[in-house]
């Protein structure tokens, strides 16, 4: 009995945790006026693809028209938006993982005075709501010049966090030092032994990081906003997206095409998830973090 009320326990948030992706995609699979008549039946009285059509771009005035019942529906450009996400992404992935790589290994193999206090107190940057430096970095942006483009979004994550720092030092202290002191008995460099030794060794951690750092900045929407609040050729998708909640006087928000805008953005996010998932959870228990 203890066996079957874990599994009912696990079936229960499993279905609380997909639930809301599937009521998106029933969103998206109905017309928009449908849903202002207040229809919420489990399965959509009319499915219609015309909503995932009107994102990608292949639906006709008429489709547009049929979906939302109004011609001058909002729109977006799906594509544009997704390579802008694309370019962010990965921008901020690739400068955060390197950076956060050797702040890493320096607080877990070089010996500098006042090592283990400095750690400490950049570890503390994980207790600062992010909202709390929103301010003073849009100033610094509009003094860089930089509102508006691909450098202002980018700027404020791409070097390091302490959450990436402490999960790849968790790591790092685990790997043998016979290694690097062979190493470094050959006569490498601390830069050396880092790049030819240690990065090597972290590959399964590395990739992991990645993996998180992708989807938090695909994922994030305040900053641009506040960044890019009208370059449509720099916005990413969850900015993109907003356009489809502009009220047309008269009108309701077109939650329909919202939600099928949603379920494409998500997509690619999902499709990585199921390809680096067990990694993930592997490479997260085996750094030591609960």
């Not at 771009?57 to 996400?85: K, Q």
Request: hydrophobic residues 55%; charged residues 10%.
């Amino acid at each position: 009995m203890g066996r079957g009320a874990a599994w009912f326990v696990l079936a229960l948030i499993v279905f609380i945790s997909l639930f809301p992706f599937y009521w998106s995609f029933r969103t998206g699979l109905s017309f928009n006026r449908t849903l202002l008549q207040g229809d919420q039946s489990i399965i959509p009285s009319d499915i219609t693809w015309l909503n995932f059509k009107r994102v990608l771009g292949f639906a006709s005035d008429a489709d547009v028209e049929l979906a939302t019942g109004r011609v001058n529906s909002a729109s977006f450009d799906y594509l544009l938006a997704l390579r802008n996400s694309v370019i962010i992404a990965t921008l901020i992935t690739a400068g955060q993982v390197f950076f956060s790589a050797m702040a890493a290994y320096a607080f877990s193999r070089l010996r500098f005075p006042g090592r283990d206090k400095i750690f400490f107190l950049y570890l503390t940057g994980l207790m600062v709501p992010p909202i709390f430096t929103m301010i003073p970095n849009l100033v610094l942006m509009r003094q860089l010049g930089w509102l508006g483009s691909f450098q202002g979004i980018v700027a404020p994550f791409f070097l390091m966090t302490p959450f990436a720092v402490f999960f790849l030092r968790q790591f790092f202290l685990g790997i043998n030092r016979s290694l690097e002191e062979a190493a470094i008995i050959d006569g490498a460099s601390h830069f050396t032994v880092f790049s030819k030794v240690i990065l090597p060794i972290a590959a399964p951690q590395m990739v992991t990081l990645a993996v998180l750092t992708y989807v938090t900045s695909w994922n994030e929407f305040l900053w641009p906003l506040v960044v890019a609040p009208t370059n449509e050729n720099v916005q990413p998708l969850t900015v993109a997206l907003g356009a489809f909640t502009t009220q047309v006087p008269g009108t309701q928000p077109d939650w329909s095409g919202l939600m099928a805008g949603t379920i494409l953005a998500a997509l690619p996010m999902l499709l990585l998830f199921m390809v680096f998932g067990k990694r993930l959870v592997d490479s997260i228990q085996f750094s030591g973090i609960k």
